[in-house]
């Protein structure tokens, strides 16, 4: 395995792993009676059932959207495909521990 294609997977699963957590912690804080969803976005995708359908569809696009940055000629392309998902990853990863201090918060 090249460097490159070892740094796209660690990114990815940062990425993902973020996805993950958060849908978890969300989804545990949506059933305790002390707590809401705060963004009206997510709170809207939830009500109707589309969170979950969202959240994967975001997730594939931006994991083959980089992996074509990443295929680019141009290097400035390249950083992008590794910079979005672990970016991306790392500011759900982010959320996930704030919604972790407000479930330890609502026992």
Do not use: C
């Not at 990815?12 to 059933?31: M, P």
């Not at 141009?74 to 982010?94: A, C, E, N, T």
């Amino acid at each position: 395995m090249e460097p490159s294609a070892s740094k796209n997977g660690l990114t990815n699963l940062i990425l993902i792993g973020g996805v993950l957590f958060d849908q978890i912690t969300t989804r545990l804080g949506i059933f305790s009676p002390m707590l809401s969803e705060a963004n009206p976005i997510t709170s809207y995708l939830i009500r109707n059932g589309y969170w979950f359908l969202t959240d994967a569809l975001l997730l594939i696009g931006l994991m083959i959207f980089s992996r074509e940055l990443l295929q680019s000629d141009q290097v400035k392309h390249q950083r992008m495909g590794y910079f979005l998902p672990l970016i991306s990853g790392l500011v759900r990863l982010i959320v996930s521990m704030s919604n972790v201090r407000l479930l330890l918060l609502a026992l």
